[in-house]
Each structure stands twice: as structure tokens, then as C-alpha cells.
């Protein structure tokens, strides 16, 4: 992902957002806000004919030196392109990625709705630690996710 991709993954960024089962996130922000937000490694997309039709990012959870292995995922495909596995593969690729970088541990929280995207990371070597019932509010509605977690068995090791 570079800089130039940043228009087309903002616009898939906010048709998840429309979906209401992608994120708690409301608006898709500016890229100074988004860049601050993300790690500047294994931010990837995926391309088909030229366009970029998905992306995927890595999120510091903590800044304590024990935790640099461990990271929060986001993985979006644009709406027009979903169900075509092209999200699985994406989200493979992009776990290689992070081991290669020395992460050990990505983790992320879905709403349980979103199916497709438990199965990619279920398919994709994730396990499910749980759900948090009612864990913040979206459009005044309290939603529960789920935590899905993926443990290297390269990095780390």
C-alpha cells in the first residue's frame, strides 16, 4: 500500500463502514489520521486488473516493548469484489507478511454478524478466544464482537 492507493482504500474503508458489521469507526478518516493510527509495515493490498480492490493493516496494541510482536488486524474488500475468496487471500498472504516483520501474535474483534469475515480468519489459521457481549455502541445500539486470534508458529517461536 502506498500513499497513491490511499483514495481507493479510504472508499472501501467507508462502504464497510456503510455496512454497520465491519466496524465501530463511523467515518472513514483523512490519511494523516489513518497513517497515525496504523503501524507503517505490512500494510498491503490486493489488486486485480490494475485496481485495488482490498487492503489490510496492522494496528499497535500496546507500546510496551513486550507486546511489538503483537498487533491488531483490519482487512476490507470492496463490496463489488466480495466472495470471491479474494479476502482469504489476502488475509493468508498477509499473515506470511507479518511473521516475516516478527509478529507473533495479530488479534482482532468482529462483529458477529459478519460471517464471511470469521470464516476467512478461521480458514486462515485464526482461532476464536470469545465474545464480548455489549462491548460499545454503534448508531445507539450496544453490539457484542468476537476476538479472533492468531498465534505464529514462526515468529516468536
Not at 24 to 46: G, M, S
Not at 95 to 107: I, S
Not at 120 to 135: D, N, P, W
Not at 146 to 154: A, D, P
Request: proline letters at 4%; glycine letters at 8%.
Amino acid at each position: 500500500m502506498t500513499p497513491a492507493d490511499w483514495p481507493t482504500v479510504r472508499s472501501i474503508y467507508a462502504d464497510g463502514i456503510a455496512t454497520g458489521n465491519a466496524t465501530f469507526e463511523t467515518q472513514a478518516p483523512d490519511w494523516d489520521t489513518w497513517d497515525r493510527n496504523h503501524l507503517p509495515t505490512c500494510r498491503v493490498v490486493a489488486r486485480r486488473s490494475g485496481l485495488v480492490v482490498a487492503w489490510a493493516a496492522l494496528s499497535p496494541v500496546s507500546s510496551r516493548a513486550c507486546y511489538a510482536g503483537v498487533a491488531e488486524h483490519s482487512i476490507y474488500v470492496d463490496e463489488t469484489h466480495r466472495g470471491l475468496g479474494i479476502g482469504k487471500n489476502l488475509l493468508c498472504e498477509f499473515v506470511q507478511q507479518t511473521e516475516t516483520a516478527g509478529f507473533w501474535t495479530l488479534q482482532s474483534s468482529i462483529f458477529p454478524e459478519n460471517r464471511a469475515s470469521i470464516a476467512i480468519h478461521l480458514a486462515c489459521g485464526f482461532r476464536i478466544l470469545g465474545r464480548r457481549k455489549r462491548v460499545a455502541m454503534l448508531n445507539g445500539v450496544w453490539r457484542d464482537t468476537v476476538i479472533v486470534e492468531r498465534r505464529s508458529t514462526v515468529a516468536g517461536v
